[in-house]
């Protein structure tokens, strides 16, 4: 993928690193040493593995434009990134994944008792990461980000039950309405609306700023997630680092599952009712390509880019309309450009 152009001093990628290597340096430094075996080293582990920062770049970003200094916002950073690592540790086993940012899942590796707990100690270190800005920001906004971070994984943890659901149960009538309202809360609020409120909230102490930000992180959450979905079918293993055909093998009801339940044939669906019915260690390698050789078949997954990058414009049109002024400076900019990097990614 062509660099992004726009962001002074690089593109996209190059603020995300920058962002990133910010947060993960405080993140391990917080990680404590020793311990229990199977505990503290592996806490580190998937924060070591390559990932986006995607989280903490947003939460940085998002401070420097409404006027806080990088360090002001440092706390908030790790945080969401504690959070986001917890979550793909128990996102993993939830969805009995076998790989994570090119290697084994923790679950796979170590088993699922340890993996369980390395999660739970993940999300313990990113509460005590939010204590710590009390003494940073104060009793006031300390507390308030107490209160965004509850309201954050509670979206966030209805969002999976919908999601666990759905396959559980075996349903088969949704539309992309469901599915967009499964993402809000699963998807958007953790990974865009949450790191752009607590950015602004660090940096302005205002309390009724913190959500001028939140359209923006809806539509920019969803195209990332329509995204995540077609590498997940079309990606390269290298650059993606999960397993390719993953969601099929999940029985994830994505948009591009969605779109090819309306479209299909009465046989096609009734074999598909049947496949979605079994679990992951039912299905079978020909099921899968059958299933993935259908929905490319039918343009399923083109035809969910395009709604995703339509929902990348909505969130360009909403940045530029709420940073004001700030769309001239480098975070603004960025925040601006990663409308276009979350539809062009390529892992």
């Known amino acids: 993928m062509a660099p992004t152009a726009g962001v002074a001093g690089g593109s996209v990628e190059a603020m995300l690193e920058r962002y990133r290597g910010l947060a993960l340096d405080a993140l391990l430094d917080d990680v404590p040493e020793g311990g229990p075996r199977y505990l503290y080293d592996l806490v580190a582990e998937y924060p070591r593995r390559w990932g986006k920062g995607l989280r903490a770049a947003m939460c940085l970003a998002t401070c420097r434009a409404f006027g ?11 945080t969401v990134e504690l959070f ?9 086993i939830q969805d009995e994944s076998e790989q994570r940012r090119g290697a084994a899942t923790l679950h796979a590796e170590y088993g699922v008792g340890v993996a369980l707990n390395v999660g739970n100690m993940t999300n313990l270190l990113a509460l005590r990461r939010l204590a710590a800005n009390r003494a940073a920001l104060g009793s006031g906004i300390a507390w308030r980000l107490f209160i965004e971070t509850e309201l954050m994984m509670r979206h966030s943890l209805e969002g999976q039950a919908i999601e666990i659901g759905w396959i559980r149960d ?14 809000l809360k699963k998807t958007s609020w953790y990974t865009c609306i949450y790191p752009c409120r607590t950015g602004i909230l660090v940096a302005t102490g205002r309390e009724n700023a913190v959500d001028v930000l939140d359209r923006y992180g809806w539509y920019l959450g969803a195209a990332f ?12 293993y290298a650059s993606y680092g999960k397993e390719i055909a993953g969601d099929l093998w999940e029985g994830k009801r994505t948009l591009i599952l969605i779109d090819f339940m309306r479209r299909c044939t009465p046989d096609e669906r009734e074999r598909l009712v049947v496949f979605l019915s079994r679990t992951r260690t039912q299905r079978t390698e020909a099921e899968v390509r059958w299933l993935h050789g259908r929905l490319l078949a039918y ?9 995703a990058r339509d929902l990348a414009v909505a969130a360009r049109h909403e940045a530029e309309r709420a940073l004001g002024a700030a769309v001239d ?6 925040l601006l450009d990663l409308t276009d990097y979350v539809v062009e990614r390529n892992r």
Do not use: K, W
């Not at 997630?225 to 390269?236: K, S």
């Open 68 to 78: 806080g200094a990088p360090a002001v916002g440092l706390n908030a950073a790790v």
């Open 84 to 92: 986001h690592n917890a979550f793909l540790i128990h996102d993993d």
């Open 225 to 236: 997630q329509i995204q995540d979905d077609a590498l997940n079918l079309t990606g390269d």
């Open 329 to 334: 400076t480098d975070d603004g900019r960025f």
């Open 299 to 307: 343009d399923c997954v083109e035809s969910a880019r395009r709604s």
């Open 170 to 183: 075996n349903v088969c009538d949704l539309d992309a309405d469901d599915y967009y309202r499964m993402c």
